[in-house]
């Protein structure tokens, strides 16, 4: 409902003819650099920056602008698929958030849907909320299903509960009100007296987010929005001053999950759309690569660093759901991400199925004897030991270096060697003795 931060909208003019993207994955950031009239497409690649994103993302733009010297003044837009939102949930860094709902309806975010993934996984755990239930609060209020007024909303009782949220010292309020998509007064109303008495922080009503009947989806939604909003607002805030300090002025576009792309402001305003950027991205450019090749009907596989993601292209389009989940674990055949083991989010996404294997993922023996890959990814710090950066865990790059698939003196375009004696050290230390094996087997 509030956004402090400020982005550039561009310019068109007749010069503009460079288009940027750029990903940002677990271990690399890659960079695209494209000529509208040529049709040249120039990429850099460089290690990502966990600790800082933005970091990875300038230094990747850098040398795509200094390959062919292209006036930053000719870039037409910078379209970014990021994955910062969903890590923010998943390693449980989301902003402190309040949540505000029609009194009774206190414990809807405890008591969900009561959807188990697997009906007999006994050692299920379902995730805890992301809002605790000392900073959820209810106010009397309620409409019914047509959104006609049941019992007015108590102003004096909206004036405490400010006073509470208040108190709490929060960072964001998420207001999902019974019924609100039929009738928004009363969640305008909350949200106007909470931007009132506490006017930076950022406040998401349900019915601007998702504007749909099922109030547990819709309140789920809203708290994710919510949480990450200041999260995406700062980190996008952050790319676009460097981006002005590169002098490239042009649009940065982010991409949804859905696959389409919307301006930086609207994506700090409004995360929750953004959540699965990165894993659609991939999907969206194996539909119309396989289209101009004459393919509309394709398989998308893309392996990062970190994970990989399946999707399945027909007549040229991804499939589209608009019930998934995340920050839960991977179910197989569930669709995309995971079932319903996370949080459930309600708005269009790029159907795929994501598990936690990928180049950086480490390679380890069990208390069984048994040799395992993942979950767990060695990412861009420190990174596979053949990287020279202080890893000890074998990896899948590790393994592929060994294997002779990777060549140690052009990695990442001949920037990066590869020591492929340390590879073979790692992989024999931690694999091949534990097994009694030898490297080759």
């Known amino acids: ?9 561009g310019s068109e003019t007749g010069d503009q003819r460079f288009r940027i993207g750029v990903d940002i994955g677990g271990t690399f950031t890659d960079g695209t650099l494209v000529d509208s009239v040529t049709g040249e497409v120039t990429t850099s690649k460089v ?8 970091s990875g993302f300038i230094s990747a733009v850098q040398k795509l602008l200094s390959v062919d010297s292209v ?51 006994l050692q299920f755990e379902k995730p805890a909320p992301l809002v605790p239930r000392q900073l959820c609060f209810e106010v009397p209020e309620r409409l019914n299903a047509k959104g006609e007024v049941v019992t007015p909303l108590d102003e004096s009782a909206l004036a405490q509960l400010v ?96 696959g389409g792309v919307y301006p930086a402001k609207a994506a700090s305003e409004n995360p929750v759309f953004m959540v699965e950027s990165g894993p659609a991205a991939g999907a969206v450019a194996a539909a119309s690569l396989g289209s101009s090749l004459g393919y509309p009907n394709v398989i998308s596989f893309d392996m990062g660093g970190t994970t990989a993601k399946a999707s399945l292209i027909r007549n040229g ?71 020279g950066l202080g890893g000890r865990q074998p990896t899948i790059t590790d393994a592929n270096l060994v294997l002779g698939r990777l060549d140690p003196d052009y990695f990442a375009g001949g920037e990066m060697k590869l020591d492929r004696e340390a590879a073979y050290a790692a992989i024999r230390t931690h694999c091949a003795e534990p097994l009694g094996l030898s490297v080759e087997g």
């Not at 409902?1 to 909208?9: A, L």
């Not at 008495?197 to 789920?220: G, H, M, Q, T, W």
């Not at 390679?363 to 990287?387: M, T």
Request: net charge negative; charged share 15%; hydrophobic share 40%.
């Open 47 to 54: 290690l990502s920056t966990p600790s800082n994103p933005a």
């Open 1 to 9: 409902m509030t956004s402090t931060s400020h982005f550039p909208v």
């Open 163 to 258: 006073e509470q949220i208040a108190e709490s010292e929060i960072e964001a309020v998420a207001v999902c009100l019974l019924h609100s998509y039929r009738n928004p007064d009363h969640e305008r109303r909350v949200g106007e007296t909470i931007a009132a008495k506490l006017p930076n922080v950022i406040i998401s009503l349900s019915s601007d987010v998702v504007p749909e009947f099922r109030e547990y989806l819709r309140a789920s939604t809203t708290v994710i929005n919510s949480s990450v909003a200041p999260i995406v607002s700062t980190y996008l805030s952050s790319i676009s001053d460097q981006l002005v300090a590169e002098n490239v002025t042009s649009e940065l576009l982010v991409m949804q999950s859905s």
């Open 317 to 387: 389009q991804p499939n589209i759901t608009k019930d998934y989940s995340v920050g839960g674990a991977a179910q197989s055949g569930t669709g995309a991400f995971g079932g319903a083991s996370g949080y459930p989010i309600r708005t269009p996404v790029v159907d795929l199925v994501e598990i936690g294997a990928g180049g950086g993922s480490i390679a380890w023996v069990d208390s069984g004897g048994a040799l395992r890959v993942g979950p767990h990814s060695a990412g861009a710090d420190p990174g596979p030991v053949c990287y």
């Open 71 to 121: 006036d930053p003044a000719a870039i037409e837009h910078v379209v970014h698929a990021t994955t910062v939102a969903t890590n923010a949930i998943i390693e449980g860094k989301t902003a402190k958030t309040a949540f505000v709902t029609t009194e009774g309806f206190r414990d809807m975010l405890e008591i969900a849907r009561q959807i188990r993934p697997s009906l007999y996984d």
